[in-house]
């Protein structure tokens, strides 16, 4: 939020300077972003009465002027703007004035007439563009000669403010203004009179409330007989433009003047426009309505409008409908206050595109006491301005459905075990008093009353956070904290999943965290089959869908890293997939994966290295690298399989215990430029709990006895998998037989084209005694029957 340093110090005036205030408010947990000043830094400019104007006898586009500067005798000052005229008062920057960018001015001659200062524009001495061309014209009761910095209060800075959503009561000078008191000590003085300005006569507008829980308070008044062509004085423009509000009317400006000062919302309808009785309800299911930023809405029955007999007229605590907008012809006003329980306002505005300065505050909180005061501040401030008569308040109010304070305990000795100091008690006192709580001694401490503004006060440790920010964090000593600490038991079979991470970090990958939320086309071409969550209320169009691979992320960060010039990309993710499931309370099952993806050349460029793009066998490498670490490598089987999102002669199902635990592959060629990647890409994603569950490892003697080796080569059909060849020599029981290793696949002359030789080592050995020729020889036998279960015959 910004706002303007010199508004806020009407109410509370520290004696910091703007640095110290800044670093005031970020210490008690109001952030400071950025501090503008309002204008350059200039001297010497003060406001100019020109008092003639004559053409330039040798410049068309230049004009000689008289100017009233204050002084015992008029300047005389060529200017070039095209809205100069005689009478007017703008800014003149003198003799020995110094403009922004160190701009001099000095005595000069133009066309041969002398110039004794300059006139200026607004951008001239530091102001934002104010869309006149030419000079920056001042009012008709500016002082002549008086300081422009003084006159128009340009010693001010744009302080912006980065609110937790928590900190709903300091979206307003007055919350701004009650912290400040409470951590600098100085004064908080309102700078108004409270009024009472309700008339006697009865408001012509009758309000009925249909939806008391979403709307506990509701208040109105007409005002007639005004001036309609009273306009916004410049102070209030100030001090709205310096917190980021554009002054449009004054009927809008009075409304987000109060929004600013006192944070409440407020609206104003033609009363004339209305149609019988504003009715507060919820929206009827394709009602349309026209909002004043002139966009055509169709409303859901979820949405609490404000309407009359015609049908919706406003958006209740977000925006206003153009049909019952202020106008200048506008002879009645009818203002409204309202007081909108927040689950009633939270996400409507997100929903229709929507997001204004009304909506950020009912989301987030507004004080139910407030609608009356603010009332009442909006009716003093128009009838100053443009005088007009007041009817008496129309007010619906539900006390029942008003949030209600919380009272909390608050323990002296908890103060002092959370932040390390013993606040003293008066001073614990004080601090809640400035901030507006009520405060009660009691055995423990005391029993504090939260403040109607405050919706974060729950517990104690709220309250602790209070005195802590107030009394300073950096006044809280250092102190060594002491704590018993119960180390939870890791088990032996649970696998770190940082030592995963590790493990492809090694291997040159890089670690992603892309968001769960994809696009929808994105999901459907990757996934096709897997039905996926729909968000209801999306942060962008292109995030609608949960996601039910991490293959999208990767995709869309391999793209990214693509783009910048990066060919060698070897990234991971580990995350949650969400597959769409309506038994689940959360509407979705989710399961943590381990994904990956590679492009690119399969090793750094060096001289002493073959220069290739990575393959298939490069990425189950890296798969195989990671089941290794969990101990499951030999036990992991994999099969050809069909995925939408992988070529289908280059992927293969991941099994485990006749379970497939994941995919790997490359990915569909047709996806390669819908995807916005190029190249070769391989990827594969794998469960966590497949991985994160060990096997432990079982210590074994090593045999003394010889280690006899027989090689054999099976001619199979093409079609056979070797893996299927593998589990048909597993199949042998034997306790001598230890492992079975590939060594050669062969495809050529003496083969036939639908074959293929595959020539494996068996390791045999026995634990305890010396193997026999006849043991060995029988082994090999009962490998050759099982392999004819394949068709495969030893070559």
């Not at 009561?169 to 300005?197: M, W, Y």
């Not at 609608?371 to 003093?380: D, I, S």
């Not at 002092?416 to 055995?443: C, H, M, T």
């Not at 093409?718 to 589990?727: K, N, P, W």
Request: with cysteine; charged share 20%.
């Amino acid at each position: 939020m910004k706002f303007s340093e010199n508004w806020l110090r009407e109410w509370s005036n520290p004696q910091w300077n703007t640095h110290e205030l800044s670093e005031g408010l970020s210490l008690a947990g109001l952030e400071v972003d950025g501090i503008e000043p309002v204008a350059g830094e200039f001297t010497n400019v003060v406001v100019g009465h020109v008092l003639s104007v004559e053409k330039h006898p040798d410049a068309d586009k230049l004009n000689i002027t008289q100017v009233d500067v204050g002084e015992e005798e008029p300047v005389q000052i060529v200017c070039g703007a095209k809205n100069v005229v005689a009478g007017m008062k703008a800014c003149c920057a003198k003799v020995g004035a110094v403009l922004p960018g160190n701009f001099k001015i000095k005595k000069a001659k133009l066309r041969g007439v002398p110039s004794h200062g300059m006139l200026c524009g607004a951008t001239e001495i530091g102001l934002p563009d104010d869309g006149v061309d030419g000079l920056l014209v001042l009012p008709n009761n500016a002082p002549v000669g008086q300081d422009v910095r003084e006159y128009l209060d340009l010693n001010d800075s744009s302080i912006d403010v980065d609110l937790t959503p928590n900190r709903a009561d300091c979206f307003s000078i007055l919350g701004l203004a009650r912290d400040v008191h409470a951590i600098s000590g100085a004064p908080f003085n309102q700078p108004f009179e409270d009024k009472e300005l309700a008339g006697t006569s009865a408001c012509s507008q009758n309000i009925v409330v249909l939806q008391e829980q979403a709307c506990p308070k509701y208040l109105g008044c007409v005002v007639s007989g005004f001036d309609t062509t009273a306009q916004t004085p410049s102070w209030m423009v100030q001090k709205l433009q310096r917190s980021g509000l554009r002054s449009l009317s004054l009927v809008v400006d009075i409304t987000n003047y109060v929004l600013m000062e006192l944070g409440q919302p407020m609206h104003a309808f033609d009363l004339d426009k209305l149609q019988g009785d504003i009715q507060v309800r919820m929206a009827n299911a394709g009602e349309k309505l026209v909002t004043l930023d002139e966009k055509e809405i169709s409303l859901s029955d979820n949405t609490l409008v404000i309407a009359d007999d015609s049908g919706a007229v406003a958006l209740a605590g977000i925006m206003g409908g153009l049909s019952t907008s202020v106008t200048d012809t506008t002879s009645k006003i009818f203002f409204e206050c309202a007081h909108f329980s927040r689950l009633a306002i939270t996400g409507q505005a997100r929903n229709y595109g929507l997001h204004t300065d009304s909506s950020m505050r009912f989301e987030r909180g507004v004080d139910p006491m407030l609608p009356e005061r603010a009332l009442n501040r909006a009716l003093q401030l128009f009838t100053e301005i443009a005088g007009g008569e007041v009817s008496a308040f129309n007010s619906v109010i539900s006390e029942d459905y008003l949030p209600k304070p919380a009272v909390i305990e608050l323990r002296r000795e908890t103060i002092a075990s959370r932040l390390g100091v013993a606040v003293e008690n008066e001073q614990v006192e004080k601090i809640f008093v400035d901030l507006g709580f009520e405060i009660q001694i009691s055995d423990l401490g005391w029993t504090v009353t939260s403040p109607s503004f405050r919706f974060d006060m729950a517990i104690e440790m709220d309250l602790i956070e209070e005195i802590g920010r107030v009394y300073g964090y950096n006044s809280l000593p250092e102190t060594p904290v002491m704590a018993p600490m119960t180390l939870n038991e890791l088990l032996e079979s649970e696998q770190s999943l940082n030592a995963l991470k590790t493990g492809l970090v090694q291997r040159g990958y890089n670690e992603v965290v892309t968001y769960s939320f994809v696009a929808e086309d994105k999901q459907k071409l990757i996934a096709p089959d897997l039905p996926y969550v729909v968000l209801k209320n999306p942060i962008s169009d292109d995030m609608k869908a949960m996601r039910t691979t991490l293959f999208t992320g990767l995709l869309q960060s391999m793209a990214y890293n693509q783009n910048r010039q990066q060919s060698r990309v070897r990234l991971f993710e580990t995350g949650l997939v969400f597959y769409k499931n309506d038994a689940d309370s959360t509407g979705a099952t989710q399961v943590p994966m381990f994904g990956g993806a590679i492009v690119g050349s399969a090793n750094i460029a060096g001289w002493d290295v073959e220069n290739r793009n990575v393959d298939f066998y490069d990425m189950k490498g890296d798969v195989e690298t990671l089941l290794g670490m969990s101990h499951k490598a030999d036990k992991v089987s994999y099969e050809t399989c069909t995925n939408p999102a992988l070529h289908p002669g280059q992927s293969a199902s991941i099994t485990l215990d006749g379970k497939e635990i994941g995919v790997m592959g490359q990915l569909h060629p047709q996806l390669v430029k819908t995807m916005g990647v190029s190249g070769t890409v391989f990827m594969f994603q794998i469960r966590q709990d497949a991985l994160l569950n060990m096997d432990v490892p079982k210590a074994s003697a090593i045999s003394k006895f010889p280690e006899v080796q027989r090689d054999l080569a099976f001619v199979m059909d093409e079609s056979q998998s070797v893996q299927s060849l593998i589990d048909c020599v597993n199949s042998v029981k034997s306790d001598i037989l230890q492992s079975i290793d590939i060594f050669d696949i062969y495809r050529g002359q003496g083969i036939e084209d639908s074959q293929k030789s595959i020539a494996i080592t068996l390791r045999i050995q026995h634990q305890d005694r010396t193997l026999q020729d006849e043991e060995v020889e029988n082994l090999v036998s009962e490998v050759l029957t099982a392999a004819k279960a394949i068709n495969a015959e030893l070559r």
